[in-house]
């Protein structure tokens, strides 16, 4: 039986902390490093290794990042105490934030002077299928290496899709998550009109759900709404910066993105209205708030479980 590999996790945030979780349930050595200590502190109870920096966790001999922008990915990467400070040669860099296309070709190449391998697989499904090892893997890369780390892909990933070389997940991650946004919004205006028609807002989330008009954002995160908690732990500065991505690809490759320019700007005013730190689902509130209509109904969870 070959051993498995071990792996340093840099970036215990809401996802991170699930995925690197994931891995030590499936018996893997992680060694963790985060700037907040109380998520190292979790894992570390769990049986992770702590580490002072992300040079020091990459001695590991190969290096997951789950970070919230290319600006912090390239800093933990390539900074005076990153990544590539500490990975042999050979090793590999395994990239699960969500970049642009021009961004992970750039930071790649970075690696691949140092001699370290690049596999890009960013996640999408949510934090709720992260915390239970369910959440879809989206990869770019070389097939070999995808092969050889398929493991520990399985371990934190229910579902993996090799996409093709480096640059091809952020395309599609990219993609998921322009519909999720848009699929938010078009789900809040359909709870709107219910309610504004006088429906029971329990039994018509059971009704849509059971429908043409279904989609896995209104199964799941207009619960949250329905609840009023709002609560699915990923925020308005990163649904623009998702956004701000998708935008910059339509230009890139020539395709006219209308809806989702006009959910970028319902975002932007989310973010003005709310904060950049409020939760993505809030976005709903905006349409609550202009119409002076809450949207609740009973027995609906303030976060999802699985």
């Not at 050979?90 to 970049?99: C, D, H, R, V, Y």
């Not at 992970?104 to 090892?133: D, F, M, N, Q, Y």
């Not at 219910?194 to 429908?211: F, M, N, P, V």
């Amino acid at each position: 039986m070959t051993a498995r590999l071990a792996y340093a996790f840099i970036g215990l945030g809401h996802l991170g902390g699930n995925l690197a979780a994931s891995l030590l349930r499936n018996g893997f050595a992680v060694t963790v490093f985060d700037r907040d200590p109380a998520a190292v502190e979790r894992l570390v109870a769990l049986g992770a290794t702590a580490a002072a920096s992300p040079a020091e966790a990459a001695r590991a001999g190969n290096a997951i990042t789950c970070l919230p922008s290319p600006k912090v990915s390239e800093a933990v990467l390539a900074g005076p105490d990153g990544l590539l400070q500490g990975l042999p040669a050979g090793g590999t860099w395994i990239e699960m934030s969500t970049n642009g296309r021009d961004e992970i070709l750039r930071l790649a190449a970075l690696a691949s002077k140092k001699g370290i391998k690049t596999l890009e697989c960013p996640v999408t499904g949510g934090v709720h299928l992260a915390a239970v090892g369910r959440i879809t893997a989206l990869v770019g890369g070389d097939a070999a290496l995808y092969e050889r780390h398929r493991p520990a892909i399985e371990a934190m990933c229910a579902k993996s899709f090799l996409m093709g070389p480096i640059g091809s997940a952020a395309v599609i991650k990219v993609i998921t998550n322009m519909l999720a946004f848009i699929h938010l919004v078009a789900a809040g205006e359909a709870l709107m009109l219910a309610k504004r028609g006088g429906l029971d807002l329990a039994q018509a989330y059971h009704a849509i759900a059971a429908s043409s008009g279904n989609s896995f954002v209104h199964e799941t995160e207009s619960q949250l709404i329905l609840n009023g908690s709002y609560d699915i732990g990923f925020t308005m500065d990163l649904a623009l910066k998702d956004l701000g991505f998708a935008l910059a690809m339509g230009r890139d490759f020539g395709a006219p993105l209308d809806l989702a320019s006009r959910v970028n700007a319902i975002f932007e005013e989310g973010k003005h209205t709310y904060g950049g730190g409020a939760w993505s689902t809030q976005i709903v509130k905006l349409l609550e708030d202009a119409v002076g209509t809450e949207l609740r109904a009973p027995g609906f969870p303030a976060k999802l479980e699985i």
